[in-house]
């Protein structure tokens, strides 16, 4: 494994949610603070940047072309031509204290985001799925921060943390109703370590989680255990993909957001966008179908 090399050093306030287009061959991420979509093409090393209408949390490719993404109150489509965006379903209108973070596509085409407390204090964040008919439902709710949604290599189960809590939970799923069961914590975070924030799933089954103010990842067994930690140069890595031809790509996104003047000095690469070469092969991600 490749130490972390910096491959945009552009500083985002809060870099999260990269994505390999497995179709255009980039790499897309969001700044959520900065309301910015950003477009990397990893040939030239060029960066496009597009300015959404709010702040945006989460991605994922559509079958039909653009992106599907979690804006703070709603799901939208944007054009990756314009960075013109479309809300599909507005689920958050009457809930003004929440607001959307991090998801992902499942395997059957739909997008699930989860919505965390504004103020980041209480538990009244929820996880939504936006069918491929564009209707928006709440699976479950009580998360304080909801973050790092992934699926395991059957679909059986689903992974989602609640960030202030320091857990990662493993739900119990239906990836034909797509619909969620009991749920145990499948990894509980120690406070030195941080907090759980994006994660993914390799080709092995394993799972790789960022700690925010951890300043590392780690890679669990499917059993919850950890198998590796990788130190970052940075507090606060946020979220990680697998990318490039191979899929052998580990991107990391990071943030500097509320970091302080001495922390900037010691990592002054906060906020930058990363990549490890693993030499695990990871999966690539399933389009929405809407």
């Not at 060029?46 to 300015?51: A, L, Q």
């Not at 759980?196 to 059993?223: A, F, M, N």
């Not at 606060?236 to 990318?243: D, I, L, Q, W, Y």
Request: aromatic share 10%; charged share 20%.
């Amino acid at each position: 494994m490749s130490n972390p090399v910096v491959v945009c050093e552009e500083t985002m306030l809060l870099g999260e949610s990269p994505l390999w287009h497995p179709e255009q061959k980039c790499l897309y991420w969001v700044d959520i603070v900065a309301a910015t979509l950003n477009r990397l093409d990893i040939n030239n090393k060029s960066v496009k940047k597009f300015k959404m209408p709010s702040q945006i949390g989460s991605i994922g490719w559509r079958a039909k072309g653009g992106l599907i993404a979690a804006l703070s109150d709603r799901f939208a489509s944007i054009d990756t031509e314009t960075g013109m965006a479309q809300t599909i379903a507005l689920p958050l209108k009457k809930q003004p204290r929440d607001m959307f973070n991090d998801g992902k596509c499942d395997r059957q085409g739909r997008f699930w985001a989860a919505t965390k407390d504004i103020a980041e204090e209480s538990p009244v964040g929820s996880l939504y799925c936006l069918d491929t008919e564009g209707k928006a439902m709440e699976m479950a709710n009580g998360f304080t921060v909801g973050n790092g949604i992934a699926w395991n290599l059957d679909n059986s189960r689903m992974y989602i943390c609640d960030s202030p809590a320091r857990q990662i939970y493993e739900y119990e799923f239906d990836p034909i109703k797509g619909r969620l069961g009991s749920f145990q914590v499948f990894a509980q975070i120690s406070p030195s370590a941080g907090f759980p924030d994006g994660l993914t799933v390799d080709s092995e089954g394993y799972i790789w989680s960022c700690h925010w103010d951890g300043w590392q990842i780690t890679r669990y067994k499917p059993t919850g255990e950890i198998d590796s930690v990788i130190p970052m140069p940075v507090p606060r890595p946020t979220s990680c993909c697998f990318g490039g031809e191979d899929l052998k790509t580990l991107y990391v996104t990071s943030a500097s957001v509320g970091l302080s003047a001495s922390i900037l000095a010691d990592a002054p690469q906060s906020g930058q966008l990363f990549a490890l070469e693993i030499g695990v092969k990871g999966l690539a991600e399933p389009a929405y179908l809407g």
